[in-house]
Every structure is written in C-alpha cells, then in structure tokens.
C-alpha cells in the first residue's frame, strides 16, 4: 500500500478514456436499468425522452466534478507521488461528493419531490452502482495495456542486448561470468557491499566530473545546463522527461519535451546508466543498492529523493557495471 502507483493511473490519456467511458456507462446504465428505486421517473412516469434529458444534466454534472477531482490528483501525484493507499483513498472519497451532487441536481433541477436527505440516502446506496464498475473496468484494460507495452518493450531489449552466452554491456560484448555474477550479486543485493565510493571508468577525471552538460530539447533548443555531479536522474513522463538535480542542497526537478533515449545516448559516456524503462541514473551518486519483498531499487541516500527501481530486464546489466567499475 506505500508503493507509488503506476503512471498509467493518473495519465492524461487513460483520465480521458475512463472519464468518456464512465461517461456513457452511467447514460445507458440508468436508462437502461433505471436502478434508483423511488427515484423522480418512477414517481412521475417519466418517458424514456424525459429520463434521458435529465440523466444526462446530472452525468453531465457527475463527469465535471470528477474532471476536476483528476485533474488536481494529476498534479498532486507529479509533485509528490501518490501512493496505492491514498490513490484508494482518494477514489472512496470521490463517492460520497458524486453522490451530494446528484441529491442537489435532483432536488432542485428535475423536480423529485422527495426530502433531501431520503435522496441523498438512497444516492449513496446506488451511486457506487455509477462509479465503481466502470472505475474496475477502466484499471484492469489500463493494466493490460501497461502490461502489453512493457512485455513489447522487453522483447525488443532482448532482442538488441543479448548475444547468445554474451551480452553488451557500455556498446562492448562482455563474456558473461555467471559465476563471479552469482557469488558478487546477492551481497550487493543485500547491502553488504557499499558502493558509495564506486566511480565509472571515464569520470576518474576532475574536469569529467564537473563539467557541464547542456539539455537539448526535440528542437535542439537549449533548455537547462547542468553540472553532471549535480544530475541525480532522468526519468520518462510521457513525450518529455523530468530532471532530478541538486541546487544549492534541495532536490529540484525540470521538465522538458525530448525522449530519455535521446539523452541517454549522450549521457552514457559519463557514467549514467539505464535502470528501468523509465529511468536513467548518475551512478556516481547512488549510494547502494537495496533488495525488498517487492524488488531491487536504487538508493541515493538523499532524505526527500525516492528510491528508483531496477526492472528485472535491466538487473543483471545494472548489477555488472558495478561490479566492473569498482567495489570491494
């Protein structure tokens, strides 16, 4: 439940597709169905015309609150990253609100004659008939297609990487040493080998280590210039990507529309390495590496900067480098 969800939650994209999706599976829910017992049109005899003028004011008004309520979870998880227990959270919440507006739209727009709080009663018991299966149906073909897009992506890494009993490591074919990779990856795994001090073979050098390195967007545009001993990591938002950095001791982030490719391309010569799909880390600044229950992360050892996943296409790769550039 501390985890951070996947993006695929809070995308701009996917909050479109779930808002039209729920958007349609609520008209023909209740026109269909027509589930809210005592409701206006089984007091009044409503026409399917008249059920379905008024079913639309108030999916109409239900999909704006819920825009605005995904639009601020948007922001909210950019900046600090929402966690599974509050994404939960956050969507319970959401019911009882869709549930007042409906009470509000029905007492005072399509003349239910029922007390206030008898609607807002029964809006509560039903609402969630609205909310909750389109919501299920909406994460679970997310999943999928998150799952889809990261088996595609696996397959061509495998494809390009991996040669026979070799595989290339820094644009060179390294022998695979599985027994020296099978005695040296569970200390490292296991925190026993620190690799604080570990610098990569082309950044031994001062002038390497503190020179500047300019960010050019798709363009080719100047958009930041940073000192590469202050890049923490890049990470893949989309069409742009984020950078992590330290400025004056706080951890700082700049957004920029380019590819993470493109940039690692240019950053792998300095030590930079790719952990996952979605990241690219400074190697000298990780302090360790951590193995939990839930997967193998990179640690900086910076109070405020998450930890960053190594994926299990990238693991071995990661591990490796490591091992060649230094340690005990």
């Known amino acids: 439940m501390k985890r951070k969800i996947p993006k695929y939650c809070v995308s701009k994209d996917n909050t479109i597709y779930y808002l039209v999706f729920l958007f349609f599976f609520s008209l023909l829910f209740i026109n269909i169905f027509t589930p809210f017992k005592g409701a206006w049109y089984n007091q009044q005899n409503y026409t399917r015309l008249q059920l379905f003028t008024d079913t639309l004011v108030i999916i109409t008004g239900g999909t704006v609150v819920l825009m605005i309520s995904r ?14 227990f509050w994404y939960i959270f956050w969507l319970i919440i959401e019911i009882p609100f869709l549930a007042l507006l409906y009470a509000l739209i029905c007492n005072f727009a399509v003349g239910d004659n029922r007390e206030f709080g008898e609607i807002l009663v029964r809006a509560i018991v039903y609402v969630p008939l609205l909310y909750v299966i389109p919501t299920l149906i909406s994460q679970l073909f997310f999943n999928m297609m998150d799952k889809i897009e990261k088996l595609k992506v696996l397959s ?3 494809s390009e990487d991996f040669v026979g009993d070799e595989y290339i490591l820094d644009n060179h074919i390294t022998p695979n040493s599985k027994k020296d990779f099978d005695l040296t990856l569970p200390r490292i795994l296991n925190n026993e080998i620190s690799i604080s001090n570990i610098k990569s073979e082309g950044t031994d050098n001062e002038t390497d280590i503190n020179r500047k390195f300019n960010f050019l967007d798709e363009k080719g ?63 000298n600044n990780i302090m360790l590496l951590i193995r939990e229950k839930d997967g193998t992360y990179l640690d900086f050892g910076i109070k405020g900067l998450e930890r960053i996943p190594i994926s299990k296409t990238y693991l071995e790769a990661v591990t490796q480098y490591f091992i060649q550039n230094g340690g005990d």
């Not at 979870?73 to 900046?79: E, Q, R």
């Open 71 to 84: 639009w601020i979870m948007y922001y909210v998880h950019k900046k600090k990253g929402l966690t599974l």
């Open 156 to 158: 061509e890494i495998e």
């Open 221 to 283: 545009e100047l958009q930041i210039s940073l000192k590469l001993s202050n890049i923490y990591y890049l990470e893949s938002a989309e069409n742009y990507i984020n950078i992590y950095y330290n400025n004056k001791d706080s951890v700082e982030r700049f957004t920029m529309r380019s590819t993470l490719k493109k940039q690692y391309d240019k950053l792998e010569k300095y030590a930079f390495i790719r952990c996952h799909r979605s990241y690219v880390v400074n190697f």
